[in-house]
């Protein structure tokens, strides 16, 4: 097509505009007054703004004080900083000795730096006749309390989940693997939001070449703003048209670390509470933490049975309608009277009601997500209505279908994992539309395009669906079955970790006492 | 912005293209019984039997229609339904004892199997009685009539008292020259206004009917051609045991543990030769006269093969009389005695019926029941 003419739009579009401009340069003054009048001007219109200007006690000059109400510890900054300076006798002699009591500390030449201190939390203290200024670490802000993963909830793993604050979830995660291994590189992604990331792993286990793929993907970007994980995920992953997820969004951080064992990586978002996990692969959309530490029988069959909700929620719609416009002759006689005497009351073709079912059960679902939880109760009361036996009795929808979509609700709901179960959502809708053309036909070619998909998709250069395609035997003791915890030496080959053992050489449990 | 525009097109294509056979199942009339048979006027007539799909339970719509083929005729099958008829869900394929009285009357059914929409898995019912009687009968206090009546077959295969033969089964066994086709015979019961299942119906090779057999024999005819199950059951009067006046106190019956059935044919005299060795396992489960079987169960054993053997041999001769071979001895001549067999190829039947055959039943009782 006319490649000129779009480059040019985009072009234009750059040049209008407006780029954050770039960070400053220019120096700190000697002169206190100085030096207030250039922050006054760079923070014009920045009530939050504090300048607190006081008298050294130790050698009578003037200083000014400068931080973000709001970002600053206020206690901290009266105990810590103002006291030992308005009131201490001690003299002030560069950075390695200065008289307040707090743990960070900065020393800062030029204004750049000062701004960026200064939205970051720090307090900046300016002091008459000294060519730098310095910035003590006093953040603080707004934090919420530890609690109970939303999304993720689970029956026997740790009741922490992450918060909002990046620090504190790497914290989180450092209390699972206190070892020096686990290494953490940081970033800072969004030209405004300036965003603090961090990526763990395990330096002796994790592959370097996907740290690579990883850290040259994060430095490419260039955004405005990253304000949630999610964003980032969309920003890096390898196929942005799939409607499946490429990476895990979890917010526990039991789960973000035993992937970190596994030799995986775990990108912390600063202000995000949910941490990213790659590279990933489909099997692991099914596993969610408490399948350790159930019995493995009953982890194993639950494994299936989210797989078996995975093909039912993706296809019984579909076959609900090939079977009930093509392919009658596979109804079992018995079946073949009760779902045509519920069917011959309805005036729709099949497709159409199941579109319509399926649309309703995805809105009440959307509702009962975003209402609030006094008004949440009406959506389940009204959606009762809707799926249940009033819309039989009015004659507008058959009896099979309401239980056609009862059942793919439920399998839907097994799913552990929210985006694989949003793209379920998605893919069933397409399942139809082919069902409902071809049949079986259509169902099974609709199939093959989804594996075919899903054998190309990758996670960080990881093909998505190992150990199923390419086949890694090894690596099936965690899909289908999960193997006891004891039988479990290696990591999986699908993070292509260097140390493939991992620690330790635990047998059977009683091994020794069998003998 | 290529592949968009392809994409679209593909999309399109595959949209508009959908498929054009499709038909739902409220827009289709799905006859779970069909049945041909000649009418007093000797025309040929095709009997349907539809569920109508209403408020109402059970409800069959039941009509027949003259035709002269099956295909040519569809419109006229279709007139007397709301939706289009499609012969996809047969359960069971009846036809009638008149029809029957006909050779190559099989051929009638071509359409069933040349147009791969319709199914071959339905039971094949031969009814001992005009089709007319069949499907005008309303059954009040029974299942509708292809429910009924792919019960009945089905349940009794299972225990061999008739045989089970699907559409697709006839196709075969009609157009092997080595064996003759048996179907499940169903009897209307005027008396008690009920179908009631009556055995098995022998045809010859070209589908004339050649005579019928009951349950026990029907039994036997399974153990023949290999095809019963464990837990057939078998009841044989005992000669010598005492009788009582109204109720016969002679019987022993027993169920097949296990059966091992050997057929051996050899071929000199120009006559075929065919051995059968039949050595059964049998679990007692009833006997009315008196006998310690954990003192003398060889005597029973004995007197039990005797009988056995002597009701084969009578089931047999039955075959050679109508010159007719539903067991299938010609698969084992052709395998084994091939050059004798080729030249009596296309008179097989004719050729079984002058062959000679021995029967050797040998009866192990392994459980004697709870009691003694």
């Known amino acids: ?515 | 912005m290529k592949t968009i525009i392809r994409g679209t097109w593909l999309f399109l294509a595959l949209i508009i293209g959908g498929c054009g056979d499709k038909i739902d199942l409220e827009a289709a009339a799905v006859p779970l019984a069909a049945g041909i048979d000649l009418d007093d006027n000797n025309q040929l007539r095709f009997y349907v039997s539809n569920p109508v799909f209403g408020d109402k339970n059970n409800e069959e719509q039941q009509y027949n229609i003259p035709v002269t083929s099956l295909r040519e005729s569809r419109s006229i099958q279709d007139a007397y339904t709301s939706g289009a008829l499609e012969g996809r869900n047969y359960q069971v394929y009846v036809v009638g004892r008149k029809l029957l009285q006909h050779e190559n009357w099989f051929k009638i059914l071509d359409v069933v199997f040349r147009d791969a929409r319709n199914t071959v898995l339905d039971r094949m019912v031969a009814f001992n009685g005009p089709l007319e009687e069949m499907f005008t009968v309303k059954t009040d206090n029974q299942p509708p009539l292809p429910v009924i009546l792919r019960g009945m077959v089905d349940s009794k295969s299972k225990r061999g008292a008739t045989v089970l033969t699907t559409v697709q089964d006839m196709h075969r066994q009609i157009f092997e020259e080595a064996l003759t086709p048996s179907l499940s015979e169903v009897t209307y019961d005027a008396k008690q206004k009920s179908f009631r299942l009556s055995g098995t119906t022998l045809l010859t090779h070209k589908g004339k009917y050649a005579t019928s057999i009951g349950f026990q024999e029907s039994v036997l005819l399974n153990l023949l051609k290999k095809d019963a199950t464990k837990g057939v059951s078998l009841s044989f009067a005992i000669p010598g045991e005492p009788n009582s006046d109204f109720f016969s106190l002679n019987r022993a019956s027993f169920s097949v543990r296990d059966i091992d059935t050997k057929i051996k044919s050899s071929y000199s005299n120009n006559n075929f030769h065919f051995l059968i060795r039949m050595k059964v396992s049998a679990a007692m489960t009833e006997q009315l006269f008196t006998l310690d079987i954990q003192q003398h169960a060889d005597i029973l054993e004995r007197k039990l093969s005797q009988q056995m053997q002597k009701q084969l041999e009578k089931l047999i001769r039955k075959f050679q009389k109508h010159q007719i071979d539903p067991v299938g001895f010609g698969i084992y001549a052709r395998a084994y005695q091939y050059r004798h067999y080729k030249e009596n190829e296309n008179n097989w039947g004719e050729a079984f019926s002058d062959a000679e055959i021995k029967c050797e039943v040998k009866v192990t009782i392994n459980s004697m029941g709870t009691v003694k």
């Open chain 1, 1 to 515: 097509m006319d490649n000129k003419t779009l480059t040019r739009g985009f072009r234009k579009y750059r040049d209008v505009a407006t780029r954050v401009e770039p960070a400053r340069t220019d120096p700190l003054e000697v002169d206190l007054r100085q030096n207030f009048e250039k922050l006054k001007e760079i923070f014009s219109n920045t009530p939050d703004l504090i300048n607190r200007r006081f008298i050294l006690k130790a050698d009578n000059r003037q200083a000014l004080l400068a931080y973000l109400e709001g970002l600053s510890d206020k206690s901290s900054i009266n105990r810590d900083i103002l006291t030992p300076l308005k009131q201490g006798t001690a003299e002030i002699n560069g950075i390695n000795d200065f008289p307040a009591t707090i743990g960070e500390f900065h020393q800062l030449t030029d204004w750049g730096q000062v701004e960026h201190m200064l939205f970051a939390g720090y307090s900046i203290l300016f002091i008459d006749g000294e060519k730098v200024a310095y910035a003590c670490g006093s953040q603080g802000w707004p934090q919420r309390a530890i609690e109970d993963p939303q999304l993720e909830t689970s029956l026997k793993g740790a009741h922490q989940g992450f918060v909002e604050t990046g620090g504190a979830n790497v914290a989180l995660i450092r209390r699972y693997i206190p070892n020096r291994e686990l290494k953490i590189k940081q970033f800072t992604i969004g030209a405004r939001s300036q965003t603090k990331l961090s990526i763990l792993y395990l330096s002796d286990v994790a592959n370097i070449q996907t740290l690579n793929v990883l850290e040259e993907r994060l430095s490419k970007l260039d955004v405005d703003a990253v304000i949630n994980t999610g964003e980032l995920a969309e920003l890096i992953e390898d196929s942005p048209f799939s409607p499946f997820p490429q990476f895990i969004l979890t917010e526990r951080p039991d789960a973000a670390s035993s992937q970190i064992l596994q030799g995986k990586f775990v990108i912390v978002v600063d202000r995000s509470p949910s941490a990213l996990v790659g590279p990933v692969n489909f099997i692991s959309f099914f596993q969610s933490v408490d399948d350790y530490s159930t019995r493995w029988t009953i982890a194993t069959f639950i494994r299936m049975l989210r797989l078996l909700a995975f093909f039912i929620a993706i296809l019984l719609p579909a076959i609900y309608i090939s079977v009930v416009s093509f392919h009658f002759e596979v109804i079992p006689m018995k079946l073949l009277s009760t779902i045509g005497q519920s069917r011959a009351k309805v005036p729709f073709p099949p497709y159409m009601e199941a579109v319509f079912m399926e649309l309703t059960l995805e809105m009440l679902r959307e509702a009962g997500v975003r209402l609030p939880a006094p008004v949440g109760q009406t959506v389940g009361i009204v959606g009762g209505i809707v799926i249940g036996q009033a819309i039989v009795q009015a004659g507008l929808i058959s009896n099979i279908m309401v239980v056609v979509v009862a059942f793919t609700a439920i399998a839907s709901f097994i799913l552990p994992n929210y985006d694989m179960g949003a793209a379920v959502r998605l893919v069933r809708f397409a399942m139809m539309l082919f069902a409902s053309l071809f049949g079986f036909v259509g169902i099974v070619v609709g199939l093959m395009t989804l594996i075919a998909h899903l054998l190309s998709l990758k996670s960080l250069g990881v093909p998505y669906s190992t150990p199923f395609g390419p086949v890694r035997f090894r690596d099936w003791k965690d899909t289908m079955v999960r193997i006891p915890i004891w039988l479990m030496k290696n990591r999986p080959t699908s993070s292509n970790a260097q140390q493939d053992t991992r620690q330790g050489d635990t047998g059977h449990p009683r091994e020794d006492e069998r003998h």
